[in-house]
């Protein structure tokens, strides 16, 4: 009985040594090695000081905890704790040395062995940590020590066993369940503190965040919440969440969010949120319900993203839909739309609405002679005084360059009366464009020729409407500038002049009447790179017409597409015999593509099947496409130029400059060329304004590692001035004008590319 007093002071003595030391568990969450080095030594140190109270039942022969500190250790800390804790304690027992010297060695070898073994099969999921199996491992241990203990060959170990097993078994495992308890509740500890840590760290994100009780009190917030409402913690804990509420929606919003939330839990949506300082503001919100074992609502816990920018930027989109981006003013897609409503009016009502169409009068000359940023401030002034003119009821647009609408409803019953009164409005708008602009120092003068169509029950589209207009406008600028002509059904006969026209075009690309005419393309050092392929119509009766007779026809009929395969096919065609020539091979073509051409979802396949029954190499064609064409819907654009780019083929923006020049799509697009346009081009040497553009788009092209190739290159001074600002590729008449393949070939030979015997054209139109 004695001994077993005496074997519970001296454990309970160990085991309070061992809470102090466990406290240092807490470091192996901050630094693993340092904490384990240092545990393993207070581990041994523990050793040793139980070996220094320790009981001795015979000379030499002494009993202590030591197998219950090292078990523990091993199981706990794992091999280098143990391993240490083993070195520090079997050390002082050979210190000790007497005749249980050898038995206490191997006491700290078998209880390191069994707590590593447990700890394996723990890790493995075999066994677990719980007071019985904590229990269990005691009882195995020291059953084990004893056992060792009778098979010591000394007479007296059977006797010191007996003596000692009965107090050792019925003490030392349950001083190792303590042990074992008292230090993975330490490391449990610690755990839930790196969790809490983790749990505050992940509280502060970007989105605010919001607790609130079951009655909707305000338990917490993040600092996110605070920047996002302006609100401090302490000036929201503890009151009801109604505070954010902006007065915007009715009780029935949020009775109709409660539902939710009771019958799936969470609701997400948009909500208009109220700030510290009044303001209301957008607001993305997720709430989620915390429901307790029993299913009952306990918290509810809410993020939040300010949405200002995100819903102002949505604006802008639909205002670049809708919207002229210069003057403000809607563009032709919104008035299309307010048309067809007005024409819907004037069926049910019966009076009459009219479309007044302006073309400003002069206005190319002040671009020309003034540049294109005097060009726009006139714009800007024509819509603000057309604005200003103009009753609530009435929408102006702005459909061209220096082209407006203006829709006037509701005018009269009759003919006569609405026919007045729309050239009333169409007077005043002439008197008040016909008044000088002032542009900085400049006195500028721009009238307006105005076409005027009336519409009442009518069922034709709305855009036939605007051609009316449009047409008059046409006839009263043919008739002298800032006229005023109403569209007339005779001039019905121009429609159907243009309507033969289109016919006369798809007879054309039946016959493949259109041929490419090339205009060289040089570098820096003079040699022929390529050329740009130009569209000529070979018409079979009146000769070859330039583009202007065609294009805007065959752009309005949706044929221009037609026009550009077929363009894409020859030029193929002319690229396979060039590379089957070595002094050729190295030519490109340049090929401008329409806005719809490339939107098409078998453009791509089209294509590379031209590029292959030719056999032409792609990495020689070129693909010119404008900056504004690529705004339809950039995200296609992108993935069809990837496409392509994957098969050589190269892209290169034309009328850089002039559109809505963008280093963010510059980024995403796989570009290789920029192409200055000719408006910069024929201002030089004289314009710095157009210098100082040039000279930017060259570095930046640089940059991204860009070609830049200047058109419109007339003169000399050009072509010099252009070498200075750094563009190394040109195209203009100073080189050449659009020719046919026949003069193209002559000129290959008069610059040495290619040999007089030796042919490089191809009959690409028969």
């Not at 390191?112 to 269990?136: D, P, T």
């Not at 429901?291 to 604006?315: C, F, L, Q, W």
């Not at 280093?663 to 314009?687: C, G, H, M, T, W």
């Not at 190394?728 to 004008?737: K, V």
Request: charged share 20%; aromatic share 8%; with cysteine.
């Amino acid at each position: 009985m004695l001994l077993i007093i005496h074997f519970v002071e001296h454990s309970a003595l160990l085991l309070a040594l061992c809470w102090l030391m466990t406290l240092n568990v807490r470091c192996w969450n901050r630094n693993d090695h340092t904490g384990k080095l240092i545990t393993g030594s207070l581990f041994g140190m523990t050793c040793i000081i139980g070996m220094m109270i320790a009981i001795e039942l015979e000379n030499g022969w002494v009993f202590d905890a030591r197998s219950v500190v090292l078990s523990i250790a091993a199981f706990v800390g794992g091999p280098l704790v143990a391993a240490i804790a083993a070195v520090l304690g079997g050390g002082y027992r050979i210190w000790l040395g007497g005749a249980g010297m050898g038995g206490g060695l191997v006491v700290i070898v078998l209880s390191v062995l069994f707590g590593l073994s447990y700890r394996y099969f723990y890790q493995r999921g075999k066994v677990g940590n719980g007071l019985l199996a904590l229990f269990c491992f005691g009882v195995l241990v020291h059953a084990a020590l004893l056992v060792h203990f009778m098979l010591l060959p000394t007479a007296s170990s059977t006797a010191i066993a007996l003596q000692a097993g009965v107090p050792m078994l019925l003490v030392m495992p349950l001083t190792t369940v303590c042990l074992g308890w008292m230090l993975e509740d330490i490391k449990r500890r610690s755990r839930d503190e790196r969790e809490l840590r983790i749990a505050a760290t992940a509280f502060e994100v970007r989105q605010g965040l919001l607790v609130a009780d079951e009655n909707s009190c305000i338990l917490r917030v993040n600092q996110t919440f605070s920047a996002i409402t302006g609100y401090d913690a302490d000036e929201v804990v503890g009151e009801h969440t109604r505070l954010l509420r902006s007065g915007r929606h009715a009780d029935a919003f949020y009775d109709e969010i409660q539902q939710q939330l009771l019958a799936q839990g969470r609701w997400q949506g948009e909500i208009w949120n109220r700030r510290k300082n009044g303001e209301i503001y957008p607001e993305w919100l997720s709430i989620s319900v915390v429901r307790n074992p029993k299913g009952h609502i306990t918290h509810y816990v809410s993020s939040m993203e300010d949405i200002t920018e995100r819903k102002a930027a949505e604006a802008r989109i639909r205002d670049l839909a809708f919207f002229d981006a210069l003057t403000g003013l809607p563009n032709r897609s919104l008035l299309l739309d307010r048309l067809q409503h007005a024409m819907d009016l004037s069926a049910r009502s019966g009076r009459y609405a009219a479309l007044l169409f302006l073309d400003l009068d002069s206005f190319k000359s002040i671009n020309d002679l003034h540049g294109h940023q005097t060009g726009d401030q006139v714009l800007c002034q024509v819509a603000t005084r057309l604005g200003d003119a103009l009753y609530s009821s009435n929408t102006m647009a702005r459909l061209g360059a220096d082209e407006f609408v203006i829709l006037i409803e509701n005018l009269s019953m009759t003919h006569q009366n609405a026919a007045a009164r729309a050239e009333q409005y169409a007077m005043r708008m002439k008197e008040l464009l016909a008044k000088p602009y002032q542009i900085a120092e400049l006195e500028l003068y721009c009238g307006a020729s105005i076409g005027i169509s009336l519409f009442k029950n009518t069922a034709s589209p709305a855009d036939e409407q605007i051609q009316h207009a449009e047409i008059a406008m046409h006839q009263a600028k043919a008739s002298g500038r800032q006229s005023i002509r109403f569209f007339d059904p005779t001039m019905q006969e121009a429609v159907s002049t243009r309507l033969q026209l289109e016919e006369d075009i798809r007879r054309g690309l039946q016959g493949v009447e259109f041929i490419p005419y090339l205009q060289p393309q040089l570098n820096a050092a003079g040699q022929l790179t390529g050329a740009e392929v130009l569209a000529r119509w070979q018409h079979p009766e009146r000769g070859l017409l330039a583009p202007g007779y065609f294009i805007e026809v065959a752009e309005q009929a949706e044929l221009i597409e037609q026009i550009d395969l077929q363009m894409l096919r020859q030029a193929s065609a002319q690229l396979a015999v060039w590379q089957g020539a070595p002094a050729t091979a190295s030519l490109c073509l340049a090929v401008n593509l329409s806005a719809r051409l490339l939107y098409q979802p078998d453009f791509i396949e089209t294509l590379l099947q031209f590029l292959s029954e030719s056999g032409a190499d792609p990495r020689f064609l070129k693909l010119e496409l404008t900056e504004t064409m690529l705004l339809d819907d950039m995200s296609a654009a992108i993935a069809c130029m990837r496409e392509l780019r994957e098969q050589g083929i190269r892209f290169s923006i034309d009328d850089f400059g002039t559109g809505y020049s963008s280093l963010a799509y510059l980024q995403k697009l796989p570009l290789d060329q920029l192409k200055i346009d000719q408006s910069f081009v024929r201002e030089l040497p004289e314009n710095d304004g157009s210098a100082a553009i040039i000279r930017a788009i060259c570095a930046l092209a640089g940059s991204l590692q860009l070609e830049v190739i200047a058109e419109g290159v007339e003169t000399e001074q050009q072509h010099a001035t252009l070498l200075q600002l750094g563009c190394e590729h040109f195209q203009g008449y100073l080189f050449g004008r659009p020719m046919p393949l026949a003069e193209f070939e002559q000129l290959l030979v008069t610059r040495g590319v290619a040999k007089e015997q030796g042919s490089v054209s191809c009959l690409i139109a028969d």
